[in-house]
C-alpha cells in the first residue's frame, strides 16, 4: 500500500525527522489562511497523489504570492496529473500540500529498502538527490552508497555517521542525519515497511536537514497488524479495475500489451505471459483467476479483461488440476453469454476433463479457437490480435 507525501511527513515528524512546515488543503478558499499561516514569502504548492515525478509533471510549483498560491491551488485541484510515473491518464489531485519554501542548498538521496540479493534491510544514499535519482543509479552507480544491515543486530549511530561522512556533511549535520535515519530504520522496522524514501533530504543555508520529500509504501501482507496505517488508504489513488479485481478474488494487474490474460495459476500465469512475449505479442494484463474458481468469477474475469481499451485479444490458458475444465468450459461459455464477445478467443485447456470441456466449446456454435498445447494457442492468440 502506498501513502501520500503529506502522511508520510507525518510518520516522519512522529520519528524525529525534521520536515518544512506545511498545510494540507482540498479547495482554494483555504490557500490564504495556509500561507499567512506558515508565513514567509515563498511556498510550495505540492499535488498529493500516490506518484513520484510530480516536479516534472507540474506538480511541484514555487509561489511567490498568496495570489500565485492561489492561482495555482485553482489549476491543480481537481485534475489528473500525469507525471513519468504514472500511465497516461495520470491520477486525481483531491488535495495539495503547501508548504514554507526552503534554502536549499544540497539535494541528497535517502532510502531503505528490503535486498533480495543479500536479504537485508539495506540504506541507500546519494550526494546526487533530486528528480533524476534514477538516472544518477542506472548511468552513474558508484554514486549510490549502499549499507547493509545486520538482520541479527540493529543500525548503530556509528553506521549512520558513516554514511553520514562519505554524503559530506559536517558535524551538525551529522548530528541531525543520525536521528534521521534512525527514525527512518524505526518506521521501516516498526510498520512492516518494504520501501521508505526521502528524496530529496535537503541541506539548508541555515545549516538544518530537511526531508522535503517522502515517500512509503507497505507490505500489504501485514497491514492487518496496523490499522493507523491501513486508515490512510486513499482509494481515489488506485487502479478501479485492480479493485473490482480483488473484490471478487481475482488477481489482476493492469499491462500496456494487447494480449488479454485469463489464467489460474500465479506461475502458470507468469508461464502464459513469457510465452506470449516469446512469440511475439505483449501481454495486456496479469490476471490470476485462483483455484476453485467459478463460473460467475469467469465472467467478472472477462468483463474486466474487455474493458481494457488496448486489449486486441485473449488467450485463456486453465490447467485443470483441482478445477474440472468441463466446468471452466461451461463458465467460459455463460461469460459470453453474459458479457459478449467482440473479441478473437483462443482457449487451451489441460487436465482434469480437458477433452470434455474443448468438445464443449467446440460444439457451441461460438467462434472461440481451442487448442490443447500452450505454445500452439500463444502463437495463435499473438497472430489474431495482430
Ligand atoms: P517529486 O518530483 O514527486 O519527487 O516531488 P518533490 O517533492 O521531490 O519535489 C520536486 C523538486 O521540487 C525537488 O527536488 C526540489 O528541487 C523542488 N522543491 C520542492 N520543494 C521546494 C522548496 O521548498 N523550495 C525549492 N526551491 N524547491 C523545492
Ligand atoms: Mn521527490
Redesign the pocket.
Given at each position: 500500500m502506498h501513502i501520500h507525501?503529506y502522511q508520510a511527513k507525518t510518520l516522519f515528524k512522529k520519528n524525529n525527522i525534521q520536515t518544512?512546515n506545511g498545510i494540507l488543503i482540498d479547495a482554494t478558499a483555504q490557500a490564504s489562511d495556509a500561507c499567512n499561516t506558515l508565513g514567509g514569502d515563498?511556498w510550495?504548492v505540492?499535488a498529493q497523489v500516490h506518484?513520484?515525478?510530480?516536479?516534472?509533471?507540474g506538480?511541484?510549483i514555487?509561489c511567490h504570492s498568496v495570489a500565485e498560491v492561489e492561482n495555482t491551488c485553482d489549476k491543480l485541484l481537481g485534475t489528473q496529473l500525469i507525471?513519468p510515473q504514472t500511465d497516461a491518464k495520470g491520477l486525481p489531485v483531491n488535495q495539495l500540500l503547501i508548504?514554507?519554501?526552503?534554502n536549499?542548498e544540497r539535494?541528497l538521496y535517502l532510502g531503505l529498502l528490503i535486498d533480495r540479493q543479500t536479504q537485508k534491510i539495506t540504506v541507500l544514499a546519494s550526494t546526487e538527490?533530486?528528480?533524476d535519482i534514477e538516472k544518477v543509479a542506472s548511468e552513474t552507480p558508484d554514486k549510490i552508497i549502499k549499507f547493509g544491515i545486520d538482520p541479527l543486530g540493529v543500525l548503530s549511530t556509528k553506521d549512520c555517521a558513516e554514511i553520514a561522512k562519505k554524503l559530506e556533511l559536517n558535524t551538525a549535520l551529522t548530528k541531525q542525519f543520525n536521528t534521521a535515519l534512525l527514525g527512518l530504520y524505526n518506521i521501516f522496522t516498526q510498520k512492516d515497511v518494504s520501501l521508505i524514501e526521502i528524496?530529496?533530504l535537503i541541506t539548508t543555508a541555515e545549516n538544518t536537514l530537511l526531508a522535503?520529500?517522502g515517500k512509503i509504501d507497505f507490505d500489504d501482507n501485514a497491514l492487518y497488524r496496523h490499522e493507523d496505517i491501513l486508515a490512510m488508504r486513499d482509494i481515489s489513488q488506485e487502479d478501479e479495475k485492480e479493485m473490482t479485481a480483488s473484490e471478487w478474488q481475482l488477481n489482476y494487474i493492469s499491462l500496456d500489451g494487447t494480449i488479454g490474460c485469463m489464467v489460474n495459476g500465479a506461475g502458470l500465469a507468469m508461464a502464459t505471459m513469457d510465452l506470449i512475449e516469446h512469440h511475439g505479442g505483449s501481454p495486456a494484463n496479469f490476471l490470476d483467476v485462483g483455484g476453485g474458481t467459478t463460473a460467475q468469477r469467469v465472467a467478472k474475469a472477462f468483463e474486466l479483461i474487455q474493458s481494457e481499451v488496448n486489449v486486441k485479444g485473449i488467450l485463456v490458458n486453465i490447467f485443470g488440476g483441482i478445477v474440472r475444465c468441463d466446468l471452466i468450459a461451461e463458465g467460459i461459455l455463460q461469460a459470453i453469454e453474459k458479457v459478449g464477445l467482440n473479441l478473437p478467443i483462443v482457449v487451451r485447456l489441460e487436465g482434469t476433463n480437458a477433452a470434455a470441456g474443448l468438445k464443449l466449446l467446440d460444439e457451441s456454435g461460438v467462434n472461440i479457437h481451442t487448442e490443447a498445447d500452450l505454445t500452439k494457442a500463444a502463437i495463435k492468440i499473438v497472430a489474431l490480435s495482430k
Amino acid at each position: 500500500m502506498h501513502i501520500h507525501e503529506y502522511q508520510a511527513k507525518t510518520l516522519f515528524k512522529k520519528n524525529n525527522i525534521q520536515t518544512p512546515n506545511g498545510i494540507l488543503i482540498d479547495a482554494t478558499a483555504q490557500a490564504s489562511d495556509a500561507c499567512n499561516t506558515l508565513g514567509g514569502d515563498i511556498w510550495v504548492v505540492k499535488a498529493q497523489v500516490h506518484a513520484g515525478g510530480r516536479g516534472k509533471g507540474g506538480g511541484v510549483i514555487l509561489c511567490h504570492s498568496v495570489a500565485e498560491v492561489e492561482n495555482t491551488c485553482d489549476k491543480l485541484l481537481g485534475t489528473q496529473l500525469i507525471t513519468p510515473q504514472t500511465d497516461a491518464k495520470g491520477l486525481p489531485v483531491n488535495q495539495l500540500l503547501i508548504e514554507a519554501g526552503q534554502n536549499i542548498e544540497r539535494e541528497l538521496y535517502l532510502g531503505l529498502l528490503i535486498d533480495r540479493q543479500t536479504q537485508k534491510i539495506t540504506v541507500l544514499a546519494s550526494t546526487e538527490g533530486g528528480m533524476d535519482i534514477e538516472k544518477v543509479a542506472s548511468e552513474t552507480p558508484d554514486k549510490i552508497i549502499k549499507f547493509g544491515i545486520d538482520p541479527l543486530g540493529v543500525l548503530s549511530t556509528k553506521d549512520c555517521a558513516e554514511i553520514a561522512k562519505k554524503l559530506e556533511l559536517n558535524t551538525a549535520l551529522t548530528k541531525q542525519f543520525n536521528t534521521a535515519l534512525l527514525g527512518l530504520y524505526n518506521i521501516f522496522t516498526q510498520k512492516d515497511v518494504s520501501l521508505i524514501e526521502i528524496n530529496p533530504l535537503i541541506t539548508t543555508a541555515e545549516n538544518t536537514l530537511l526531508a522535503l520529500d517522502g515517500k512509503i509504501d507497505f507490505d500489504d501482507n501485514a497491514l492487518y497488524r496496523h490499522e493507523d496505517i491501513l486508515a490512510m488508504r486513499d482509494i481515489s489513488q488506485e487502479d478501479e479495475k485492480e479493485m473490482t479485481a480483488s473484490e471478487w478474488q481475482l488477481n489482476y494487474i493492469s499491462l500496456d500489451g494487447t494480449i488479454g490474460c485469463m489464467v489460474n495459476g500465479a506461475g502458470l500465469a507468469m508461464a502464459t505471459m513469457d510465452l506470449i512475449e516469446h512469440h511475439g505479442g505483449s501481454p495486456a494484463n496479469f490476471l490470476d483467476v485462483g483455484g476453485g474458481t467459478t463460473a460467475q468469477r469467469v465472467a467478472k474475469a472477462f468483463e474486466l479483461i474487455q474493458s481494457e481499451v488496448n486489449v486486441k485479444g485473449i488467450l485463456v490458458n486453465i490447467f485443470g488440476g483441482i478445477v474440472r475444465c468441463d466446468l471452466i468450459a461451461e463458465g467460459i461459455l455463460q461469460a459470453i453469454e453474459k458479457v459478449g464477445l467482440n473479441l478473437p478467443i483462443v482457449v487451451r485447456l489441460e487436465g482434469t476433463n480437458a477433452a470434455a470441456g474443448l468438445k464443449l466449446l467446440d460444439e457451441s456454435g461460438v467462434n472461440i479457437h481451442t487448442e490443447a498445447d500452450l505454445t500452439k494457442a500463444a502463437i495463435k492468440i499473438v497472430a489474431l490480435s495482430k
